[in-house]
C-alpha cells in the first residue's frame, strides 16, 4: 500500500469540514466525508521545521535535535543561515520504506536543514521537485541569495528568479506546479506498479501567501483564501489522480498541517483556528491541534470521526505499518500506528507533549491539558504588534511573561472549554485527580528522554544557499561571505 | 406545506456540521447533509423575547414593539414582571396560516407577553404546551412566583413544584415531554390530512440548563453539551417521525436560535459561537449569527450550502409562501421568501440590521459590516465578572463604554475576518466604497421607520403569574401583591 501525506501550514479552522465560515473547501470536505475527520490530531510543534522532522523520523523535535537551547522555550527553524538539520543518525521515513521497494518522492518544502548533508535524498527520498527553506524574499544575492529550487540533487533556478512569486497581487504559480509533479509521479508509479510515499509539502498559504491567476480573488477571505482554494482544487485532483488509475484502494493518503494558523499574519497572509486560543508559535490549542483527515477508499468507512488523540509522528508508523514493516526498536519512537484506530475504531490512550524549543510547556491526557508553563510572547516584541493571540486574551494563561506553572499546573478541560479560557480550580477533586494522572505521564516521560544535540543552536551567512549543487549550468553561483558562525537570535 | 421552525438558544459554534470540536449533533449533521446549510443567518436580536416576536411577526422588534427606550441600547425582554407583550395590531404567522386552514401548534417558551390579553391562543396558536417566560426559580411563590407551565388556554402546574428541574444535577425530563408532544401533534395532522405549523421552541440549552437522566454526563462538553445531544437527539425522532408517517415531503422544516450562544454562562450553560466574537447580548457576530438549516426532502438537494444573507423573520414569509399566501400588505415586513433560495440557490441582495434595544448598533450588507456604535457591556458590570466576550478583546471594537462611530463608521469585511478583529482602514477605497453603500440603506431604512409603541418599559410586580388562567383547578392561585409599575431595569 503507497502512503501520501499532504502537509499544509492550514489552521484547523481553515477547512469547510471543521467550520470555516464560507466553506470554500468542496474537495478536502468530500475528502473528509469519505475519509475519517481526526478531530483531535497534533502536530509536534508549533513551527514548521520541528514539526516535519518530527513526521519523518516519529520523534520529538527535542530527540531528533530540532529545537535550540540558545534561550528558555525558544521557538527556532532553519532559515538559510543556520548551520544545523537532521542528523544522520535518525532514521526517516523513506530511509525505512526504501527497504520494502518503496519508490519516494517530497515535492515542496523540505526544511530539516540546506546543507550539502542534510539533501532529501540522502535521506530516503529518490526524488525531489522543491525548496530546502521557507520562500522568502526576493533578496539581493549579495547581503543574502535567494532560495533556490531542487529538481532532485540539483538546484534549477531560485524564487523570485525563475519561479516568480508576485509579492504584489499574491500570484505565484508555483502550487500549479507542485500539483502537476504530484500527478506526473503518480502515474509513473502506477505504470511501474511500485508502492510509493509521496510527500507533498508546499507552502501558498505560509507568508508570503500567493495563488495561481485563475484562483485570486474567488475566495471571500481573499489571498489566503484563494491560496486554500488552489490547493483544495490540487487534493481534489490528486485523489481523483488515484481513483481513475485504479489505485485509490491501493493509496492511504492523509492530510494535515505542520503548525496551526499563524495568526500573526492574519487576515490577508494567516489563517483561522476556529475556537481554538491563539496560534503559530504558542502550545495553546490554535498553535498545535489541526485539521487531519485520512482518505482510503474500500477500506475507511465513508464518513468516520474519531476522537484518538492523534500526532503527525503518527505517520511514520502508520505509513511504516501499512509497508508491513516495524518502526526502528533502537531509539524511542513516539508515533504510534494509527491503523487500528482507522479500521477499526479503536482508542489508543496516549499523551500529547507540547513543546516549545527546549521546554515541556503543556500536556494533554484525555480531555485535560495541563499547562507547565505559558508564554505568547515578550511585552517587548508585543508592543511593537507581535500578536500571537489577536484579539483574545485570557488573564494568567496567554501571559507575555514566561510563567511556570510546574508546581501547580494550569489545568483545562478541553471538552468543556475547547478556548482553554477556563482554568479549573486548584481546589477541585476533578483537578487533583487530572493533575496525578498528568504528573505520572511527565515524569515517565522525563525520566527517560534523551535530548538530541539541538540542531538550530548555531547560524553563519556562509552556510546560506550561495552556490547549491547545479548553480554551475545554470551560471547561478554565488560567492559565499567569509565563515561567521554565532548563536542563532531567535527573537520567539 | 406543512411548516416545523426548531427554535433554540444554541450558538454557531455548538454543532458539529459547524465546527464543534467534539461533534456530537449526528442527527442535525444528518439534517444538513440531507438538506441547505445556511452560513449566514441571523437571528433578528441578541436577545430571546425580540427574537422570536421578530420571527412570528417578519418584523423588526423595533417595529413591533420588543424594545425598550429606558435606557440607550438596552437590550429587553420578557420576564414576568414585564407589564407589555406582543401587540394586538400585529399580524402573526400562526395567525395567518389560519387562513390557509393550518392547525398551529407552540411547544415551548412563548416569551411574547405573559398576560391575558397575550396568550399564544388569542394570536393564531390553536395549542400550547409550554411556559410563558425562562424558567428561571425556584421562588418562594411570595416575593416571585413560579412559571407555569401551560397546556393551551390553562396552566396545568408550575416549574420547580410539578415540573422539576434538579438545578444541582441539573437533571429535568422536559425535552422529552416537549419531544412526545412533537410526536403526537404530527401524528395527530398526519392523520387528519391537515396541514400544521409546529414552533418547537424550547429552552433545554438556555441557563438553567437541563436533561434529562439519560443524557446526563455522556457529553464531552459537559452539561450544556449533554442538552443539545438531547436536543440533537429529539430532532432526530422528529424528523424520522416525519419521514416514517410519509409527509417528509410536505413538511418543510428549519433548525435556528434566537440569540448566540450566552458566553457569561460558558462554559457549564453556555455554548460556543465558533471563531465569532462574543456573543448573546452583543451586536457582535457571536450575538446575532446562527446556526440554520433548512430541510425538506424531495424539494431541497442533499447537502446543500447558502451565503444567502438570511433572518429568521424570513421563516415569517417563507412560511406564508409555502401555504400560498401573500404577507401582509399593510405594514412593513422585514423577513423576505427564502424559497427561491432554497429551490433555486438564487440569491437575493437584502442588508441584516443588527439591533440593540432601541439603538441600529450595526449593519451588514454583502460581506461588509458597518458598526455604528460598540458596545459589549459597561465597567461597572464588567468588573463584576459580566462578561459577554470571555477571553476576546478587540481593541477599539468590544468597548465597554457606549461608542458611538455614526460619522466613521467602524468597518469589517467578514470573508477575510469573521472574528471582527481588524478594522479597515478609514482612509482605504475599499472602506469609502463600502461605508457610502451601507449608509445609503441606512438612510433608506430610518426614513421610512415607523418604531411601534415600546412594549418592554414598564414592570410591575402585580402582573406576575400569580394567578394564572387554570390555577382554581389546581389550587394553586397565588395572591398578586398591590400594583405598583415602574421603569423596568434593563442593566445591559
Tied chains: 1, 2.
Excluded at 117 to 122: M, S, T
Excluded at 300 to 320: C, E, K, R, Y
Excluded at 375 to 381: G, H, P, R
Aim: aromatic share 10%.
Amino acid at each position: 500500500t503507497s502512503s501520501g501525506v499532504f502537509l499544509l501550514q492550514m489552521g484547523w479552522g481553515d477547512l469547510g469540514a471543521f467550520g470555516e465560515p464560507s466553506k470554500e473547501t468542496p474537495n478536502l470536505d468530500q475528502m473528509a466525508a469519505e475519509g475519517m475527520l481526526f478531530l483531535d490530531f497534533y502536530t509536534a510543534n508549533p513551527l514548521c521545521s520541528p514539526s516535519r522532522a518530527a513526521l519523518l523520523t516519529g520523534r520529538l523535535p527535542v530527540r531528533n535535535g530540532f529545537y535550540t537551547t540558545n534561550g528558555h522555550a525558544r521557538n527556532a527553524y532553519t532559515p538559510q543561515d543556520i548551520v544545523g538539520g537532521i542528523p544522520d543518525s535518525e532514521l526517516l521515513l523513506p530511509e525505512l520504506l526504501k527497504k520494502a521497494g518503496y519508490t519516494n518522492k517530497i515535492i515542496g518544502k523540505w526544511h530539516l536543514g540546506h546543507r550539502p548533508q542534510f539533501h532529501p535524498l540522502k535521506h530516503g527520498f529518490d526524488e525531489w521537485f522543491g525548496s530546502p527553506n521557507c520562500h522568502f524574499g526576493p533578496y539581493d544575492n549579495r547581503e543574502r541569495p535567494n532560495i533556490p529550487v531542487y529538481r532532485d540533487w540539483e538546484m534549477i533556478g531560485r524564487y523570485y528568479e525563475d519561479f516568480k512569486i508576485d509579492l504584489k497581487t499574491g500570484e505565484a504559480n508555483l502550487t500549479q506546479l507542485y500539483l502537476q509533479e504530484a500527478l506526473d509521479f503518480i502515474s509513473k508509479q502506477q505504470a511501474s506498479q511500485q508502492p510509493f510515499f509521496l510527500y507533498w509539502a508546499i507552502d501558498a498559504t505560509h507568508a508570503p501567501v500567493y495563488a495561481s491567476k485563475q484562483f485570486l480573488g474567488t475566495s471571500q477571505r481573499g489571498l489566503y483564501g484563494d491560496a486554500v482554494r488552489e490547493i483544495d482544487d490540487s487534493v481534489g485532483k490528486i485523489l481523483k489522480h488515484l481513483q481513475q488509475l485504479g489505485i485509490s484502494e491501493n493509496t492511504f493518503v492523509f492530510f494535515t498541517s505542520d503548525n496551526g494558523a499563524a495568526l500573526i499574519s492574519a487576515p490577508t497572509q494567516g489563517g483561522s483556528n476556529g475556537p481554538f486560543l491563539c496560534g503559530k508559535q504558542t502550545t495553546f490549542e490554535g498553535g498545535l491541534r489541526e485539521p487531519a483527515i485520512a482518505w482510503w477508499p474500500g477500506h475507511i468507512p465513508a464518513g468516520g470521526v474519531s476522537h484518538q488523540l492523534g500526532s503527525v509522528m503518527d505517520l511514520f508508523s502508520t505509513s511504516l505499518s501499512l509497508a508491513g514493516l516495524q518502526p526502528p526498536s533502537d531509539r524511542q519512537i513516539d508515533g504510534i500506528d494509527l491503523l487500528p484506530v482507522i479500521l477499526q475504531g479503536k482508542l489508543i490512550d496516549r499523551p500529547i507533549f507540547y513543546y516549545r524549543g527546549n521546554e515541556l510547556m503543556a500536556v494533554r491526557a484525555g480531555l485535560y491539558k495541563a499547562h507547565y508553563w505559558t508564554w505568547s510572547n515578550s511585552w517587548e516584541e508585543h508592543s511593537k504588534g507581535i500578536d500571537f493571540c489577536p484579539g483574545q486574551s485570557v488573564a494568567g494563561v496567554t501571559t507575555h511573561t514566561q510563567e511556570e506553572h510546574t508546581h501547580l499546573p494550569l489545568l483545562f478541560h478541553l471538552g468543556r472549554d475547547p478556548g482553554e479560557k477556563y482554568p479549573l480550580s486548584f481546589a477541585s477533586e476533578e483537578y487533583q485527580r487530572a493533575v496525578e494522572h498528568i504528573s505520572g505521564l511527565v515524569q515517565q516521560h522525563k525520566a527517560t528522554l534523551v535530548p538530541g544535540q539541538p540542531q538550530l543552536n548555531v547560524c553563519d551567512q556562509a552556510v546560506m544557499n550561495w552556490s547549491p549543487p547545479g548553480c554551475e549550468k545554470l551560471g547561478k553561483c554565488l560567492k559565499a561571505p567569509e565563515s561567521d558562525p554565532k548563536k542563532c537570535s531567535w527573537p520567539h
